[in-house]
């Protein structure tokens, strides 16, 4: 039940996020910048949002890193899709056939890209995560345990930290 809830808490932080920055796309910086270069400031600046929102929900929920952060992006998926086409349809006047139409322009593919980022930023944050507390052991590892390999007497020496083993 905590990844459900999870998935739903990191679905309703980015679909805020972007009901804000969207206007802000729209009124501020499509004027300021064109289309194309709007849309890419959005996308890493939503970028940013998921990969923080998905470490924030896995901190607060206790979300179970091997397949709970999987179901958070399905979750969040599963309802980010109706309500995209919810808000399309309703909020922004267009018919279902222009709104998937939108998808094969450039900004539509950036937008379709994102889309497809959401559900798969959980998993990635875990496995980036993941790797660096691996790579962090073992370099606490390697510091307690320096190997110096050392030559005495024509033989080689493996030393380390308070022990040394000879070959």
Do not use: H, N
């Given at each position: 039940?905590r990844?459900?809830?999870?998935?739903?808490?990191?679905?309703?932080?980015?679909?805020?996020?972007?009901?804000?920055?969207?206007?802000?796309?729209?009124?501020?910086?499509?004027?300021?910048?064109?289309?194309?270069?709007?849309?890419?400031?959005?996308?890493?600046?939503?970028?940013?949002?998921?990969?923080?929102?998905?470490?924030?929900?896995?901190?607060?929920?206790?979300v179970?890193?091997?397949?709970?952060?999987?179901?958070?992006?399905?979750?969040?998926?599963?309802?980010?899709?109706?309500?995209?086409?919810?808000?399309?349809?309703?909020?922004?006047?267009?018919?279902?056939?222009?709104?998937?139409?939108?998808?094969?322009?450039?900004?539509?593919?950036?937008?379709?890209?994102?889309f497809?980022?959401?559900?798969?930023?959980?998993?990635?944050?875990?496995?980036?995560?993941?790797?660096?507390?691996?790579?962090?052991?073992?370099?606490?590892?390697?510091?307690?345990?320096?190997?110096?390999?050392?030559?005495?007497?024509?033989?080689?020496?493996?030393?380390?930290?308070?022990?040394?083993?000879?070959?």
């Open positions: 039940m990844t459900l809830k999870a998935g739903l808490v990191y679905f309703l932080l980015m679909f805020a996020f972007g009901w804000v920055l969207g206007p802000i796309r729209e009124l501020w910086a499509v004027p300021s910048f064109g289309r194309m270069a709007a849309m890419l400031l959005e996308a890493v600046i939503m970028l940013i949002a998921m990969i923080v929102a998905a470490r924030w929900v896995f901190q607060r929920f206790g179970r890193p091997r397949f709970g952060s999987a179901i958070v992006g399905l979750v969040a998926f599963g309802i980010l899709v109706p309500a995209e086409i919810v808000g399309a349809l309703w909020v922004r006047g267009l018919s279902l056939q222009e709104y998937l139409g939108s998808f094969a322009t450039t900004p539509g593919v950036i937008s379709l890209l994102m497809l980022l959401l559900p798969a930023m959980p998993a990635l944050v875990t496995l980036f995560t993941r790797g660096r507390v691996l790579a962090g052991r073992f370099a606490e590892f390697s510091q307690t345990r320096s190997l110096c390999c050392t030559t005495e007497y024509g033989c080689p020496k493996i030393e380390t930290t308070g022990t040394s083993f000879d070959l």
